[in-house]
């Protein structure tokens, strides 16, 4: 496409519309979510590190007033979302970055460009390239500063929770209601420094409808300040299955059961509960539990999915609460290649080697109907 074609394309542009629960135990699974709190972020050259934003004015010179026009209306037609993603200062965080269910869901367009800024003292926070499947909520968060010295996003915002403890934060709101959710952070790396991937709305009992108000409030503590971001979502899928087996095991005072497995082209979600007998509470279904499957005094089981293949799923994020007589937790992965006939729930604590146990009597295969 040359510059006449894309700027006829923008002008068209111009006439379109724009389209708690309380918790008694809560518990992160860092070991496997390594992302969460701690991103692991590369060590980058000045010239690696160049900013997908900054190249944008390099590159672009030329047609930067009519890319700003199409990030000032906010949201953009899929026509033109896919014209601008194959410019190279347009490219996909998500096909640069993402786990391979992002990378899909880019790829097949069921991601939403959404496209807001707000800046404040300097610095901007920029939002764009949303998903939303059901099972997971992800979407891009940029960051410009004049003087970002020679660090990335992810280790400029782990610096400052090393340094003070939790102190950046981000809040989601459902139809303007806070959602009691946990959320995650991955790296842009060295293809998009100035990048994070924010993931939220995994949390088991967490409900939300197929399309709703979101509303993300971004908080940086290095400026005392918070961004709002507000956009409508609708909900978009690849070849979606969603089960409900019901299933149960019980072995060594562990009551497992199956709750939920949803199972699409960009993520698969696995939602279990451990249940305490009659009248226990959370700490009595604790301490009925052998400390040999403990982490710092509580369990902490994991689960490893595998197919008929002998394929095995990839996680991307778990996390878990507790409430009255129960533990419930939701853990994600990236899609199999193919839908599975079956999925295997292989459930496994980490050792203090930092080794794999499983616990083949808590096993069950879920039939993929």
């Known amino acids: 496409m040359n510059l006449q074609q894309l700027e006829q394309e923008l002008e068209q542009l ?8 309380p918790e008694l135990v809560r518990f992160r699974m860092d070991a496997t979510y390594q992302s969460l709190n701690d ?30 026009l199409t990030i000032g209306l906010g949201f953009i037609s899929p026509a ?15 096909r640069l970055a993402g786990d391979s269910g992002l990378k899909q869901a880019s790829v097949a367009g069921v991601t939403s460009d959404t496209v807001q800024s707000v800046t404040y003292g300097g610095v901007t926070l920029s939002v764009s390239e949303l998903m939303y499947d059901g099972s997971r ?8 500063e004049a003087d970002s010295g020679n660090q990335s996003f992810a280790e400029r915002w782990n610096a400052r929770d090393r340094q003070l403890g939790i102190a950046n934060n981000i809040d ?11 959320w995650g952070l991955s790296s842009g790396g060295e293809a998009a420094p100035d990048s994070l991937i924010v993931t939220a709305l995994e949390s088991p009992g967490l409900h939300v409808p197929e399309a709703f108000n979101f509303k993300m409030v971004v908080y940086l503590a290095d400026i005392e300040q918070s961004f709002t971001f507000e956009f409508p979502v609708i909900k978009k899928t690849l070849q979606s299955v969603v089960l409900t087996p019901e299933a149960v095991q019980t072995f060594d005072h562990i009551n497992l059961h199956i709750k939920r497995l949803e199972l699409s082209g960009t993520t698969i979600r696995l939602i279990t509960e451990v249940k305490g007998a009659p009248g226990q509470d ?10 040999k499957y403990k982490a710092t005094g509580f369990l902490n ?16 994020g778990a996390n878990g609460n507790g409430q009255v007589n129960t533990l419930s937790s939701s853990t994600s ?24 146990k499983y616990i083949p009597e808590l096993e069950m295969t879920i039939p993929v109907e």
């Open 39 to 68: 991103i692991a972020a590369l060590p980058h050259s000045a010239f690696r590190r160049r900013s997908w934003l900054r190249r944008i004015l390099i590159a672009a010179a030329s047609v930067a007033a009519a890319v700003m």
């Open 80 to 94: 033109m979302a896919q014209t601008l993603k194959q410019l190279p200062f347009m490219e996909s965080v998500f």
């Open 333 to 356: 992965y990236e899609p199999f290649t193919v839908m599975p006939k079956s999925v295997v729930v292989k459930p496994y604590i980490i050792s203090g080697d930092g080794s794999k």
């Open 282 to 291: 959370i700490k009595e279904l604790q301490e009925a539990i052998p400390d």
């Open 14 to 21: 111009k006439d379109q519309k724009d389209e708690e629960l």
């Open 137 to 144: 909520l992800s979407l891009v968060l940029t960051k410009k």
């Open 172 to 182: 989601f709101y459902i139809n303007g209601e806070l959602a009691n959710t946990a």
């Open 301 to 316: 089981l994991l689960f490893e999915l595998m197919n008929e293949r002998g394929e095995t799923a990839v996680m991307i």
